[in-house]
């Protein structure tokens, strides 16, 4: 059975966050959707890594932009891992999953950014795939600038009821949504739009079974791959949707 979710950075509980361990534990658990960060490195090659610097995940420190590929890959992210590309990340899922590729722009942080990325996912035969977001909406705007036809999406760590013009104007398909700002008033706003309503994160059970009580057609994000797998064979009402 197909798990309808996406896997947050892929499986991160388990595995460090958007390396390719991570991606594939999703793909061996079914997930329909993958979701991953993206940045340029100094020589404007795309990699997966979600903070801005890497000290976090690295055993060095400083800004992602800062570093050549070259240089990303001599770093260890807890001491077997590298940084992936783009490139290396959508060869892995090609013809598996769903991608969800996060921009990580940030105003003017990453010049070229949009259409580094549609280079890659065309080059590498992915385009049907993928689905583009961002918490930078005018990294959106350049996005479908670039592209009539890939598909876009929005995130948001705030409720956002003036959205929706500009979502039709630039045909956004879906809009991640903190799950403690879905009121009842904000996601029917969405859902009667035909917009896809994408709560995250949903990682414990509590969440889980809100979520299947309200909102079953819903796509989650989870860090919790395995629960909720377990909890979605279990509750055939969040396979209708």
């Not at 390719?20 to 061996?28: E, I, M, T």
């Not at 398909?173 to 739009?193: D, Q």
């Not at 909720?228 to 949707?241: I, N, T, V």
Request: charged share 25%; net charge negative.
């Amino acid at each position: 059975m197909k798990i309808k979710g996406i896997a947050h950075r892929g499986y991160p509980v388990k595995y460090p966050e958007n390396t390719l361990s991570s991606f594939q534990a999703a793909l061996d658990l079914s997930y329909t959707y993958v979701e991953l960060d993206v940045q340029l490195s100094k020589d404007g090659i795309p990699v997966v890594i979600h903070d801005y610097t890497v000290d976090r995940m690295s055993d060095n420190k400083g800004m992602v932009r800062d570093y050549t590929l070259d240089e990303l890959k001599r770093l260890r992210i807890k001491e077997i891992e590298t940084i992936p590309t783009l490139e290396e990340t959508l060869r892995l899922l090609k013809g598996h999953i769903n991608i969800m590729v996060e921009l990580k722009q940030a105003g003017d942080l990453y010049p070229g950014l949009e259409e580094k990325v549609l280079e890659v996912i065309r080059r590498t035969d992915t385009f049907e795939q993928c689905i583009i977001i961002s918490f930078d909406h005018f990294s959106i705007v350049r996005t479908r600038q670039l592209s009539q036809d890939i598909r876009l999406g929005l995130t948001s760590s705030c409720s956002m009821p003036y959205v929706f013009p500009f979502m039709e104007e630039y045909r956004c398909e879906l809009l991640g949504v903190p799950i403690r700002m879905m009121t009842a008033e904000y996601t029917e706003m969405i859902m009667e739009r035909g917009i896809i309503v994408g709560p995250w994160p949903v990682d414990t059970i509590t969440d889980m079974e809100w979520i299947a009580a309200k909102y079953p057609t819903a796509l989650i994000t989870t860090n919790e791959l395995e629960r909720w797998a377990d909890f979605y064979r279990s509750h055939p009402e969040l396979h209708l949707g």
